[in-house]
């Protein structure tokens, strides 16, 4: 399955944002500590945790469980996963950044949403200092309506709001999507009301069941409900077409094209600030030979997305997300900080 997302061309910009991750990547302005070559050879000589910041059960949480095994194989120690959910990751993102940069947290953070609030509210973390290790992938947020929706197309939704705000169903008012849907029916003009749900799972049914107009998701996320005969897809947010959403209108095709390839989320892998140069350049060769094998390639060929990145790839996403949602504060800010 090919999927061209934004990561394949970041290169040109890969030796700026290399000397940024050179000076930003010291946790809370500190600088990394040094291991002794003996001490960097024991390594790993107990688990290494995989935080996500999400509750076990959805995407965000199968894309981490499928990782673990990989990793673990290529670390020749033993990788265990821990759920830390709570305010749209941002109490997982807040830990690891306060963690021991010792080699044994990693963190499968999604930064989209993180960036957000760190674009509106004072937050205990800095995503450019984080030690980065890849893009696990690059996901357009996509709009979608219960299959059997009296709404066909993202027009049909838009004019409908203007007489009453529409529904729409959220995983939490600081999850990315939502933010990137704030974003979207703000430049359209759709008018609606949000309904928060426990989590992605929840928000989905409740929009397939009809309790809800739309919802904005992943376009993984949503292929599956389409899938399953569940969901209409009315329009993504990719600079490219995403081969599991069809012919699925992109976001030129609705009046939207300024925003295309800038409403999307991001999966990736780093590590606490300060990590030490040979623990970083441990856990990055192991998590770059994992992204770029066979096994995670074929993952991709179940219904997910697979498009691995480099470090500098990782920062130069981060510093895209920042400029966006800098941008747009000013249009979610109310939902973030209320």
Same mark, same amino acid.
């Given at each position: 399955?090919?999927?061209?997302?934004?990561?394949?061309?970041?290169?040109?910009?890969?030796?700026?944002?290399?000397?940024?991750?050179?000076?930003a990547g010291c946790g809370g302005g500190g600088s990394a500590q040094?291991?002794?070559?003996?001490?960097c050879a024991k390594y790993p000589e107990k688990?290494?945790?995989?935080?996500i910041g999400r509750s076990p059960g959805g995407g965000h949480d199968e894309y981490g469980r499928f990782l673990v095994p990989l990793l673990k194989k290529e670390l020749g120690g033993n990788v265990? #996963?821990?759920?830390? =959910?709570?305010?749209?990751?941002? $109490?997982? @993102?807040?830990?690891v950044y306060e963690g021991e940069p010792d080699g044994y947290t990693i963190h499968l953070v999604e930064p989209n949403g993180l960036a957000a609030l760190q674009a509106v509210e004072d937050v205990e973390y800095d995503l450019a200092k984080f030690t980065q290790l890849g893009v696990v992938n690059d996901r357009p947020s996509t709009f979608a309506v219960p299959a059997g929706s009296k709404y066909k197309t993202f027009?049909?939704?838009v004019e409908a709001s203007k007489k009453k705000p529409l529904k729409f169903a959220t995983s939490g008012l600081t999850s990315p999507n939502f933010v990137n849907g704030v974003i979207a029916a703000k430049e359209a003009g759709l008018k609606f009301t949000p309904v928060p749900h426990e989590g992605s799972a929840e928000a989905i049914t409740?929009?397939?069941?009809?309790?809800?107009?739309?919802? #904005?998701?992943?376009? =993984?996320?949503?292929?599956?409900? $389409?899938? @399953?005969?569940?969901?209409?897809?009315?329009?993504?947010?990719?600079?490219?077409?995403?081969?599991l959403l069809g012919d699925t209108p992109m976001a030129e095709d609705v009046g939207l094209g300024d925003l295309a390839g800038v409403l999307t989320t991001n999966?990736?892998?780093v590590a606490p600030p300060a990590l030490p140069s040979c623990l970083k350049k441990t856990l990055t060769d192991a998590v770059q030979t994992t992204l770029n094998g066979d096994e995670f390639?074929?993952?991709?060929?179940?219904?997910?997305?697979?498009?691995?990145?480099t470090p500098e790839d990782a920062q130069q996403l981060i510093k895209e997300s920042v400029a966006t949602y800098e941008k747009y504060a000013d249009v979610y800010r109310k939902y973030l900080t209320s």
């Open positions: 399955m090919s999927h061209p997302t934004r990561v394949t061309r970041l290169g040109a910009g890969a030796a700026l944002a290399a000397l940024v991750l050179v000076s040094e291991m002794s070559k003996e001490d688990d290494v945790t995989m935080i265990i #996963v821990k759920n830390v =959910d709570g305010a749209g990751g941002r $109490v997982a @993102a807040s830990q027009d049909d939704l409740s929009m397939v069941r009809g309790d809800t107009d739309f919802t #904005v998701f992943s376009g =993984d996320s949503i292929a599956e409900a $389409v899938d @399953a005969g569940d969901a209409k897809a009315l329009v993504q947010f990719g600079e490219e077409p995403l081969d999966l990736m892998l390639k074929a993952f991709g060929e179940k219904g997910r997305i697979v498009s691995p990145g």
